[in-house]
């Protein structure tokens, strides 16, 4: 009976279906934490700069300090997530984000900005592909599309749900305040999780048909020896669909944190909005942004489920969902309504995070189960790196410009066109079945 209550194996069904759901809730919550830790500079930016005394290309670099140490931290996590329940790891990840906001409300200085932003780079770079780690171990295979998409989707739920709160906190009581409320938000989550965080029981196939009572054929059985041997780690990143899938999500990082960073004070400076008009109003991409990564996860699971191969039902999704976010951007660029801008950035810069998801659907499929996690941490160490390098280039783009309007167009130009073409490649050239035949993953 104790090892019933223990082991979610041998749980029926419908309890262990129920207790997948709540950990990914629990997982959508942290990712939404994380995502208003880093949208919460591009917020306040404004009267930040001003009371500091910061120039765009400064403020460019302060943006990129938060992914300094972010792929440093994955690949040292990498190892770990293998080894170290996912439940542990995400508990110290939430503190150290939480430690990592103190300094800015103590001493509110540029050096205290560096050494936050930095240090919460450190504690968040692993937290994406452990938190899809958890959650593919809630669930068998075939059904893992939508939770994954569900809690990958804080990414933008995050912009949606903070974004006004701390807009408001900022005009209410200073952009300091602001901080210190996502610093308390980061412990009463952790003190929650460490009742109810527990490891999954979808480890490998074999666990899988074990847990399922399902017996593979003779070619399943094959299959099943292919899928759970170990494959050199070069070997995976250096297929068609690795390289790609992770290019995509690369540039839609960079996009999304050019969103998250800029748009704010491109809506104050050159619409002439409000801090907390322009601070509301980047929850409209993200508010599309939750939508387009649940609808879109939810469109891979339904074509696999009527016989698609992965190539389409996940290969092209991703492709496709690259190609549209860099055409709506590059045409915000070129209307001259506001209203209209605003609309086509919302479309671009918004459908940018649901490649995220699409992304480790396609990783997850160039190794086996047991190196998933360590692969999921090597991925995401080099696609968040798009982070790094955006707001610096947009800050030296802005500021270097005969005015804001100019810099800021030549920035999302940039960002939409080459978006606009890693999705015509991907269209072209991911293939998952090929690749994993190549592999030795398939037989």
């Known amino acids: 009976m104790a090892a019933d209550l223990a082991d979610p194996a041998l749980w029926d069904a419908r309890?262990?279906?129920?207790?997948?759901?709540?950990?990914?809730?629990?997982?959508?919550?942290?990712?939404?934490?994380?995502?208003?830790?880093?949208?919460?500079?591009?917020?306040?930016?404004?009267?930040?700069?001003?009371?500091?005394?910061?120039?765009?290309?400064?403020?460019?670099?302060?943006?990129?300090?938060?992914?300094?140490?972010?792929?440093?931290?994955?690949?040292?996590?990498?190892?770990?997530?293998?080894?170290?329940?996912s439940k542990w790891i995400l508990l110290a990840l939430c503190l150290v984000w939480s430690i990592a906001q103190v300094p800015i409300f103590v001493f509110a200085s540029l050096p205290a900005l560096w050494f936050s932003r930095v240090l919460l780079g450190a504690g968040e770079g692993p937290l994406a592909p452990i938190t899809m780690h958890a959650v593919y171990k809630w669930f068998p295979s075939a059904k893992g599309a939508t939770p994954a998409a569900v809690a990958s989707s804080g990414v933008t739920l995050g912009i949606v749900v903070f974004a006004p709160v701390l807009a408001w906190i900022t005009a209410e009581f200073g952009w300091k305040s602001t901080f210190i409320f996502l610093a308390l938000i980061g412990v009463v989550w952790a003190a929650i999780w460490f009742f109810v965080g527990k490891e999954g029981p979808y480890t490998s196939i074999r666990a899988e048909h074990k847990i399922e009572g399902t017996t593979p054929d003779k070619a399943e059985e094959h299959a099943l020896h292919?899928?759970?041997?170990?494959?050199?780690?070069?070997?995976?990143?250096?297929?068609?669909?690795?390289?790609?899938?992770?290019?995509?999500?690369?540039?839609?990082?960079?996009?999304?944190?050019?969103?998250?960073?800029?748009?704010?004070?491109?809506?104050?400076?050159?619409?002439?909005?409000?801090?907390?008009?322009?601070?509301?109003?980047?929850?409209?991409?993200?508010?599309?942004?939750?939508?387009?990564?649940?609808?879109?996860?939810w469109l891979t699971e339904r074509l696999a489920t009527r016989g698609l191969r992965s190539r389409y039902s996940r290969g092209l999704v991703l492709g496709s969902t690259a190609l549209f976010s860099g055409a709506m951007v590059l045409a915000g660029t070129m209307v001259e309504q506001p209203v209209l801008a605003i609309i086509f950035f919302m479309f671009g810069f918004g459908t940018a995070p649901a490649i995220?998801?699409?992304?480790?659907?396609?990783?997850?499929?160039?190794?086996?189960?047991?190196?998933?996690?360590?692969?999921?941490?090597?991925?995401?160490?080099?696609?968040?790196?798009?982070?790094?390098?955006?707001?610096?280039?947009?800050?030296?783009?802005?500021?270097?410009?005969?005015?804001?309007?100019?810099?800021?167009?030549?920035?999302?130009?940039?960002?939409?066109?080459?978006?606009?073409?890693?999705?015509i490649l991907s269209v072209l050239f991911i293939n998952q079945q090929r690749d994993r035949k190549r592999l030795g993953l398939d037989v």
């Open 15 to 85: 309890r262990r279906s129920r207790r997948g759901w709540t950990i990914t809730v629990f997982l959508l919550v942290l990712m939404m934490i994380s995502w208003a830790d880093k949208a919460i500079l591009g917020i306040v930016a404004v009267p930040l700069m001003r009371d500091l005394g910061i120039s765009p290309e400064t403020f460019g670099l302060l943006g990129s300090a938060v992914f300094i140490l972010f792929g440093v931290a994955q690949f040292a996590a990498a190892p770990i997530a293998n080894r170290v329940s």
């Open 226 to 297: 292919a899928a759970d041997r170990k494959v050199s780690y070069w070997r995976s990143i250096a297929t068609p669909s690795w390289l790609l899938s992770v290019l995509a999500a690369f540039l839609a990082y960079w996009t999304f944190t050019v969103a998250m960073t800029w748009l704010p004070a491109y809506f104050e400076n050159v619409m002439g909005m409000s801090t907390q008009q322009a601070g509301s109003l980047i929850a409209l991409p993200a508010v599309w942004g939750a939508a387009a990564t649940v609808g879109l996860s």
């Open 356 to 423: 995220f998801a699409l992304t480790y659907l396609v990783v997850a499929e160039t190794t086996t189960i047991g190196q998933r996690g360590a692969m999921l941490q090597y991925s995401n160490a080099i696609l968040t790196s798009g982070g790094l390098l955006a707001p610096a280039i947009v800050g030296m783009l802005v500021g270097s410009a005969s005015s804001a309007a100019v810099g800021y167009e030549n920035a999302f130009v940039l960002t939409g066109a080459m978006m606009l073409g890693v999705g």
